[in-house]
């Protein structure tokens, strides 16, 4: 069932919890690994928020861009939704830098529906500290997303 917040925006969960262990975080251990929702009842959702007039979606997660369900990526997924008659814009938070990938950018390049519009969380502009922090990523790796997608 999608949450909305006005008579434009809605919002649809479709991942819950998170496999990343962050040395400082506790979601993993009270929220679970991840799980990815079916398309099918995404897509559901993201038609009944259509139905009722919402024109702005945003979709929802934890890790929002390491979505998958079956062969369903997260740019797939994206670009499926994109195809949506009646959906003006589609956004997604939050993305963690390291599931980033070029395709994911290209998708938001390509499709005209999906926001130029990323919420990324830095953390630290140190390497050493993201190692500390067991984020994943360096800090030229997230230079990189950047540069990537301006
Ligand atoms: S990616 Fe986010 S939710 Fe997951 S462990 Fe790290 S800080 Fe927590």
């Given at each position: 069932m999608p949450l909305h917040s006005d008579k434009r925006c809605g919002f649809v969960t479709i991942m819950r919890g998170?496999?990343?262990?962050?040395?400082?975080?506790?979601v993993p251990y009270v929220r679970g690994r991840e799980r990815s929702r079916p398309y099918d009842d995404i897509l559901k959702d993201v038609q009944q928020a259509l139905n009722m007039g919402l024109r702005d979606i945003t979709l929802l997660g934890q890790?929002?861009?390491s979505y998958l369900w079956q062969d369903i990526s997260f740019p797939r997924l994206l670009r499926k939704l994109n195809?949506?008659?009646?959906?003006?814009r589609l956004r997604f938070v939050t993305s963690h830098p390291k599931d980033m990938s070029d395709e994911l950018i290209g998708v938001m390049r390509d499709?005209?529906?999906?926001?130029?519009h990323i919420h990324l969380p830095?953390?630290?502009?140190?390497s050493a500290v993201l190692e500390r922090m067991n984020r994943g990523y360096s800090y030229e790796h997230y230079r990189s997303r950047i540069k990537k997608a301006t």
């Open positions: 998170c496999n990343n262990f962050c040395s400082y975080c506790i890790n929002v861009n195809e949506l008659e009646g959906l003006y499709c005209d529906k999906v926001c130029e830095m953390q630290s502009g140190s």
